[in-house]
């Protein structure tokens, strides 16, 4: 199991749980954030480092968020995220004043 960066980081993209993964496994899309399920190690790290709860256990995405699980495959394809980053803080960004 891994864990999924799901809707809620579209175009907000805060990057303070890259900063506490400590397997790379983080990739950049240019809205968004994923996580690569075969890099990732399932440590959790990451989950409460969200200032937008865009991230779940794969086994618990909400039902609305399922297609996320499949989105997050497709990581390896966009570059490795290995440090912090200022937010993109886009206009559909669900909470643009978050930390």
């Given at each position: 199991m891994a864990f999924i960066v799901t809707g809620a980081c579209v175009d907000c993209v805060y990057t303070s749980c890259v900063d506490v993964c400590p397997v790379e496994a983080f990739h950049e899309a240019?809205?968004?954030?994923?996580?690569?399920?075969?890099?990732?190690?399932?440590?959790?790290?990451?989950?409460?480092?969200?200032?937008?709860?865009?991230?779940?256990?794969?086994?618990?995405?909400p039902d609305d968020q399922q297609e996320w699980i499949d989105l997050n495959k497709d990581a390896e394809n966009h570059p490795t995220l290995a440090a912090s980053?200022?937010?993109?803080?886009?206009?559909?960004?669900?909470?643009p004043n978050a930390a």
């Open positions: 240019p809205d968004r954030l994923l996580i690569n399920p075969d890099t990732c190690i399932d440590c959790d790290a990451c989950v409460p480092e969200c200032p937008v709860e865009a991230i779940y256990p794969e086994d618990n995405v980053k200022d937010p993109l803080k886009g206009p559909k960004c669900g909470n």
